[in-house]
């Protein structure tokens, strides 16, 4: 019979599209480049000057706005002699510095961080993995074990590389973290590096965090996930707010919903807990938390940062912790600086620990209710805290606004001699905390002190923030 194409179309189709690609590939094969409308041959030098004329390179940051640079020229510090500090030749009272119990100018400390240096030199000369390794790095490391009561201790050799570095040695893409939305930007920076799933929980608030543990749990169970391993990650005082974290609640819903615990105890060693050793001792955790880290930076004035935790935790990083593993070890000096620090804190600290808490409590009491257009953030709860926050009580239309009303207070603050700043948050801060003047309390303030900082204080926001 005579065949119909609809026929064959219907039982050889694909032979149909498979002869057309071909036909479009050697169609394509064969096509000759079309010539362009100039001439291939090399630029002329007059051609390759008018180019570079015309190229405008993209700028390697983003231009700074108008507030911005009026922070960019801060007041620069000559010298330091205790609470004091040489500003532009001038004597004023140093409100910004973190030692807490003032061990930067020990005497003792100084003399042996200079016996360190005639030893051994300036710098460790490699990671601790190649070469970088020195006696006093493990003696602090055992000293530090010991000081915090945990079978093992890590040291970094920078602090704002310590948390980046321990988040993704633990976490992964796999991995949940919850953290409180008003973390500083080191634990957002390692939360970023782990690529973990990141969830936030209002700030302090133990009933959000409960029910974000609940909708991991429901998620888990409605998916059929397999184990997989949960942080919760929050700092023992909170550097943009100045509160505490209620370690005691989050310890009891971390152990309910099997996370592990992260805690940043930079701003709280040295400051909380009966014998100083931080937020965890002060809500009774101490030993119990999977890990802690800090900052060297501040009650021990040195450089540098550490983890503490079981052996295993601290074994971990010593192949998986970035800033461990590639970067040059802590110079020896300022490991024996935290050595004496350590020492110092054991034997004679304990007495210039409680004046940094009565002095933290009496500048509080003294600023709630004095300051015109002013509030004090935290409650009676974070008294001992000796990082202080003050905001405007009224927010204005924007971030910039308030930004820059806080520095009209701190510059006139300093005319009156006092050395006050505006808490500083980098572009690349998802938490974005209100604008506020950050104050810290020192063991070497004086009564005189901190009722000077409370008057001025209230003189100059009655001055630029009644209107």
Not at 390 to 398: F, G, I, N, R, T
């Amino acid at each position: 019979y005579e065949l119909h194409w609809e026929t064959f179309i219907a039982h050889h189709g694909h032979f149909c599209v498979e002869l057309a690609l071909v036909g479009m590939i050697l169609y394509l094969l064969l096509q000759k480049g079309k010539p362009s409308g100039r001439d291939s041959g090399p630029l002329t030098e007059k051609e390759v000057e008018a180019l570079c004329n015309e190229w405008q390179p993209e700028p390697l940051c983003p231009p700074l706005s108008a507030s911005e640079k009026r922070r960019s020229s801060p007041p620069v510090v000559s010298s330091l002699d205790g609470p004091y500090a040489m500003v532009d030749g001038r004597r004023v009272v140093n409100w910004c510095s973190t030692d807490f119990i003032g061990i930067s100018g020990r005497g003792e400390v100084l003399t042996a961080c200079k016996e360190t240096l005639n030893k051994y030199g300036c710098g460790s000369c490699g990671p601790r993995g190649f070469y970088g390794t020195i006696d006093v790095h493990l003696k602090l490391e055992q000293e530090l074990s010991n000081f915090m009561g945990t079978e093992e201790a890590i040291i970094y050799s920078y602090d704002l590389a310590t948390l980046p570095s321990i988040i993704p040695a633990f976490a992964n893409r796999k991995d949940v973290i919850i953290c409180d939305e008003g973390v500083n930007y080191s634990i957002q920076n390692g939360c970023d590096l782990s690529r973990s799933r990141i969830l936030t929980f209002k700030h302090n608030d133990v009933a959000d965090l409960e029910r974000i543990m609940e909708m991991v749990a429901a998620e888990d169970t409605q998916l059929g996930k397999k184990l997989n391993r949960k942080y919760v990650v929050v700092e023992g005082i909170y550097s943009n707010f100045g509160d505490l974290a209620p370690l005691d609640k989050i310890f009891e819903l971390k152990e309910k919903y099997r996370y592990r615990l992260i805690v940043d105890e930079s701003l709280s060693l040295g400051v909380l807990g009966k014998t100083a050793r931080g937020a965890c001792e002060h809500f009774g955790v101490l030993g119990r938390v999977e890990i802690v880290a800090a900052s060297m930076g501040n009650s021990m004035a040195t450089i540098g940062g550490f983890c503490c935790g079981d052996r295993e935790i601290c074994d971990h990083q010593r192949l998986s912790g970035s800033g461990y593993c590639f970067s040059a070890s802590l110079p020896p000096f300022l490991a024996t600086a935290a050595l004496g620090a350590i020492d110092y804190l054991q034997e004679a600290g304990q007495e210039q620990v409680s004046v940094v808490r009565a002095n933290a409590r009496q500048l509080r009491e003294r600023l709630d209710g004095a300051l015109t257009g002013l509030q004090v953030l935290g409650g009676a709860v974070d008294s001992v805290s000796p990082l202080i926050h003050v905001c405007l009580a009224k927010q204005p239309l924007d971030y910039t606004t308030a930004t820059d009303l806080l520095q009209d207070v701190v510059d006139e603050c300093l005319k009156d001699g006092l050395l006050l700043s505006v808490n500083s948050v980098s572009r690349l801060d998802a938490s974005k905390p209100r604008p506020s003047i950050r104050l810290v309390v020192t063991s070497q303030h004086s009564g005189d002190d901190i009722a000077a900082v409370v008057n001025t204080l209230s003189k100059v926001s009655k001055k630029l923030l009644v209107h």
